[in-house]
């Protein structure tokens, strides 16, 4: 096919490659997307699970979870061919109606304008339930007389030019049910998104205004703190009640618990009014928070290994616990999604064949990534908290020289890290569970007919009140990124690329047979993976579930 049957067609394909970037800035992109602030969590999750086995999980975590993404990829494909099918079928009848009504009249200069054909194809597109799927498509006269064989073209039909977001994507592979299910999914998971960042922002403001001890220094740690450790280790997290009876300031009456409660309050009322508008992230924000977030990694990296040299190990994690499993499953999956996002970042991309390559460099480096952090964490700290960041709550100092004072601006530095990036992303957040539960409970195309309490009020109250109240009875990061990870995590990064792919393929071969072959199929293309990765995650999820269960009951058993 030439060049400008395939730009009329394929659509705007120089708007396309003006907003294009090379597959250097999509490796970046994609090292960004997935290296969030879950990373932060798995120090925490190390030192309790154990660093051998919590290596062994990671690697093969990111194995399953690169394998998942390949499946998202070739759904995205999948769909470009399904939409690209239906167009040629409105191409073909508003072809077939063209040459009947030459044929029909005698002076062929009186052929039909082309807005005569498209309130033509309009009607014709009333009666095809497949047309109602497709946007409204100029026909030019150009386009009729397109060869036969461009229409088997396995570049025509399976591409990755045009973005097909997981919603979209749901709604057109899924039936009612299936399209609910996934829109329950997502909702769940940024709920837990966003109780996650109000605790983490919460909690960071609390330790760095509270009188507060450095974490490096073992001298400030009781054997009564080394009994709980090990006890969290099988029984759940009770920070919350031990901050429920530690005053923040010794001059006052205030209990950690209040002042987190009090940050955590004041947060919602200053970001939470963002859901009722539209926001987006603008590019310039996008370079900030990634040089501030790889800042911090690096920071983060340095002065643990610093510490290492210096001072030794004190850090003496278990080499294997299988009772920190459900916690580190569930920070692992949340530390390499990225899968609700991809397409978003794949289709700029100009080279498209080196996805694949990209998408594994990422997983490698990001896993490495995790490993040296983590690694150097536990083993520099005798104690790691559950955000990671708190570890270095800068410490009153006698020195004033250059050194120490650029040191404790880098601790404050790293303190802020996460109330600044986590700041900046809570509002998107919000706005994206709001559009989804509108979605998921009203009828979009009538949006308007709603009153406004409904329209503007309602679901920004449903996307924000519910993981206030969350947070506010509890501020563990490790719960409730276990929860959300195992959970809703799960399902996002696992069955629902399954389901996608699984129909996915079901379709295509229906529509254009087996005859077109997808060149952006995943490699594990055999539905033996399929099966495997939902009996994985079936198990997993059971064992966390169980596990959950019996440290419930350990801690009724604990209090009695």
């Not at 690169?66 to 073909?92: G, R």
């Not at 409904?454 to 506010?472: E, G, K, N, Q, S």
Request: overall charge negative; proline content about 3%; glycine content about 4%.
């Amino acid at each position: 096919m030439s060049d400008r049957n395939r730009i009329e067609f394929g659509g705007n394909t120089s708007a396309n490659q003006a907003g294009s970037y090379s597959k250097w800035v999509g490796f970046i992109f994609i090292f960004n997307l997935i290296v969030g602030t879950g990373a932060l969590t798995l120090p925490a999750t190390f030192a309790k699970a154990g660093w051998l086995l919590s290596i062994n999980v990671i690697l093969y975590l990111a194995l399953i979870s690169h394998m998942t993404v390949t499946f998202v990829i070739e759904a995205m494909a999948a769909a470009n061919a399904v939409k690209t099918w239906q167009s040629f079928q409105v191409l073909k009848r508003s072809y077939d109606f063209e040459n009947s009504h030459v044929n029909d009249d005698d002076d062929v200069e009186n052929v039909e304008t082309s807005s005569g054909m498209e309130e033509h194809t309009a009607e014709r597109e009333t009666d095809d339930p497949c047309a109602t799927l497709l946007p409204r498509i100029k026909i030019s006269k150009r386009l009729d007389r397109m060869p036969v064989y461009a229409q088997h073209s396995t570049l025509m039909y399976y591409r990755l030019d045009e973005k097909f977001e997981l919603g979209e994507m749901a709604t057109l592979f899924f039936n009612d049910v299936g399209r609910i299910l996934f829109y329950l999914c997502i909702c769940i998971y940024l709920y837990g998104d966003l109780s996650i960042y109000s605790a983490a922002i919460a909690k960071s403001l609390r330790d760095l205004f509270c009188d507060h001890v450095n974490a490096t220094d073992s001298a400030n740690f009781t054997i009564f703190d080394s009994t709980m450790d090990s006890l969290n280790l099988t029984l759940s997290n009770n920070e919350t009640d031990n901050d429920a009876v530690t005053l923040c300031w010794h001059a006052y009456t205030l209990t950690r618990l209040n002042v987190y409660r009090l940050f955590l309050t004041g947060f919602i009322i200053i970001f939470g009014p963002f859901a009722v508008f539209s926001v987006q992230k603008t590019k310039y924000l996008q370079i900030v928070t990634a040089l501030f977030r790889w800042c911090a990694f690096i920071f983060m990296i340095s002065i643990a290994v610093k510490l290492l040299i210096t001072d030794g190990a004190k850090g003496h994690p278990p080499t294997v616990n299988v009772f920190g499993i459900p916690a580190l499953f569930g920070a692992c999956v949340y530390s390499f999604m990225c899968h609700h996002s991809l397409p978003s970042l794949l289709a700029p991309i100009r080279n498209k064949h080196a996805i694949s390559k990209i998408l594994c460099a990422d997983y490698i480096l990001i896993c490495m990534f995790y490993i040296l952090l983590a690694m150097t964490g536990i083993f520099a700290f005798e104690r790691i908290q559950d955000l990671y960041t708190l570890n270095f709550i800068p410490d009153e100092i006698d020195d004033y020289s250059f050194r120490a004072k650029l040191l404790v601006g880098i601790d404050y530095f790293l303190a802020l890290f996460p109330i600044c990036t986590l700041s900046a992303s809570f509002p998107i957040i919000a706005i994206t569970l709001r559009n989804n539960l509108q979605t998921l409970f009203l009828d979009m195309t009538h949006f308007e007919s709603y009153n406004l309490f409904v329209r503007r009020i309602l679901f920004p109250l449903l996307a924000v009140l519910p993981p206030f109240v969350i947070t506010y009875f509890t501020e563990s990061l490790t719960s409730l990124v276990a929860f959300t990870g195992s959970y809703a995590g799960a399902g996002i990064q696992y069955v629902i690329p399954v389901a996608l792919v699984h129909y996915a393929r079901t379709t295509c071969r229906e529509l254009l047979g087996s005859g077109v072959v997808n060149q952006f199929e995943s490699p594990f293309r055999s539905n033996y993976w399929l099966f495997f990765v939902l009996l994985w995650t079936a198990t997993c999820v059971s064992l966390v579930t169980l596990n959950f269960f019996l440290k419930y009951n350990c801690r009724l058993v604990s209090d009695i």
